[in-house]
């Protein structure tokens, strides 16, 4: 990712109208959407679950300008969701989840270059956090 993309992609968070509790509403019902299959992997509290993925996304986001600091962070993410079942495949449907969350909020705001921005940041989160899983395994 480079300095732009962060900048869009942090600011475009910083923009989205939503609460994160209805941030994470809003995802998880579009990820259920796509995939109804995914719900056998959460078995908490969706409202808790939904906090602690927006709070950790909102740190993520915060934190894109140092990547250094975070990959421990998104490595242990990665072991942790493989241990739960999450597999490749999955990440692409959790993405696809967010970025429609992100164009619903967003609306006009939401450019070919912010959808561009969030596509790398996706693609890199998730890369490191599939490489830990396939580390682990």
């Known amino acids: 990712m480079n300095a732009k993309q962060i900048e869009l992609v ?3 968070w910083q923009d989205v109208p939503y609460t994160l509790e209805e941030t994470a509403t809003r995802f998880y019902t579009k990820l259920f959407e796509l995939d109804p299959a995914l719900k ?3 078995r ?4 808790e679950q939904g906090r602690k993925s927006m709070a950790m996304l909102s740190f993520i986001v915060g934190s894109l300008g140092r990547m250094e600091e975070i990959v421990p962070a998104l490595r242990s993410l990665g072991t942790r969701h493989a241990g739960y079942g999450v597999r490749d495949e999955h990440y692409g449907t959790v993405g696809a989840a967010l970025l429609t969350t992100l164009q619903t909020a967003l609306g006009a705001g939401f450019t070919e270059e912010v959808r561009s921005a969030w ?5 890199t989160l998730a890369g ?3 490489e830990a899983a396939k580390a682990e395994a």
């Open 128 to 130: 490191t956090m599939q």
């Open 10 to 12: 942090q600011s475009s």
């Open 119 to 123: 596509v790398a940041a996706l693609e």
């Open 44 to 47: 908490g509290d969706m409202k």
């Open 40 to 42: 056998r992997l959460f």
